[in-house]
């Protein structure tokens, strides 16, 4: 056993480390990362901007707080009231982007809806890819009789004109017994809406992790169509067969939701019990965005940084995309934003 002496030291040393311990923050731990791969550090906003919201770096072209940090549509606001703070997308009033909220009642002599605004909230930008991922919601149609019920609802509305699209990593999901899941905006050349039908008319117990139309069903979004993107992720929930809801006691609820593709994961505990998949994640489902420069073009605007290349927006649709060339690191839509990585041979100091 230690001298009584040797124990207090320990404890005299361990009452310094504790509270610098807390004090790490997920910057610390990236900063350490990117030391150990050869990455530089350095901001990634343009001078003078912040770039950071809470733990999430948030890489020009968007930005925070005044014009000049930012890029038309890639405003995002960072809301202190959360711990830690959270990031989303400029708000203003019901100009997209935003997510609509909506109640509504059927089957019932006061049937009616109500709608809410709100804004979209960001948790991940990757250069790399050009991509963001926000929460989107879910939608469901819940019986509490057989033939009445409620209708909740959350949608996200994207600007036309803005610089994010739907992408096809996203899938649109039908969770339920009977249930047809539909776009509500149609998307050129596909004459109809987009949709998945689940039916198990007998409740047989649908496999987990299969999503092939017993009690569950999806089908990959197309890749946006230039000339009318997908605006909205708005869902149609209908019976995939005419009637009453007689198993409204032990399936009440039908699903629909568009979700990144691989992000969910069927079970049947998600078809039993009221609201239950929508309570599963109280703050949405991950979504993709795809995201470019629209209101300009590798010819005329080209990319600030060196050691960076340009190319077209995906898809054929308008704008164009920065990319820091292979072994270069950082941010390409900034002067000096790529930097080479450096590279450690094994054996040597």
């Not at 010819?299 to 060339?325: F, H, I, L, T």
Request: aromatic share 10%.
């Amino acid at each position: 056993m230690a001298p009584l002496s040797k124990l207090i030291q320990y404890s005299q040393l361990l009452s310094i480390l504790l509270p610098l311990a807390a004090t790490v923050t997920p910057q610390h731990v990236a900063a350490a990362a990117d030391a150990l791969q050869g990455r530089p550090r350095q901001g990634m906003g343009r001078p003078g901007c912040r770039d950071k919201c809470g733990g999430m770096s948030i890489p020009f072209p968007f930005g925070m707080d005044k014009p000049g940090c930012f890029l038309p549509g890639f405003e995002v606001t960072c809301n202190t009231s959360f711990t830690p703070p959270r990031a989303f997308l400029a708000y203003n009033h019901n100009d997209p982007p935003y997510q609509a909220i909506y109640r509504c009642k059927f089957g019932t002599e006061t049937s009616g809806c109500k709608y809410t605004y709100q804004p979209v909230e960001l948790f991940g930008i990757s250069l790399e890819t050009n991509e963001v991922r926000v929460y989107g919601g879910v939608t469901s149609r819940c019986f509490t009789s057989e033939t009445a019920g409620l209708t909740k609802g959350q949608y996200m509305e994207i600007d036309r004109e803005g610089p994010f699209l739907l992408s096809p990593r996203d899938d649109l999901v039908g969770v339920g017994w009977n249930v047809k899941s539909s776009m509500s905006y149609q998307i050129k050349p596909y004459p109809d809406l987009l949709s998945c039908t689940s039916n198990d008319p007998f409740r047989v117990t649908a496999p987990t992790g299969s999503c092939s139309g017993l009690g569950c069903c999806r089908v990959a979004l197309p890749p946006p169509w230039p000339t009318m993107p997908v605006i909205e992720t708005a869902v149609i929930l209908e019976e995939a067969e005419a009637g009453d809801n007689t198993f409204w006691k032990y399936n009440p609820c039908s699903y629909g939701m568009v979700v990144e593709g691989s992000w969910y994961n069927f079970t049947a505990e998600d078809m039993a019990g009221y609201e239950v998949l929508s309570k599963k994640l109280t703050r949405g489902f991950p979504l993709v965005l795809d995201f470019a420069i629209r209101n300009g073009s590798c010819q005329r605007d080209g990319c600030p940084s060196g050691n960076s290349s340009c190319a077209n927006a995906a898809y054929d649709s308008e704008g164009y995309v920065c990319k820091c060339k292979e072994h270069y690191h950082g941010n390409p839509y900034i002067a000096n934003g790529c930097q080479a990585v450096k590279v450690h041979m094994a054996g040597k100091a």
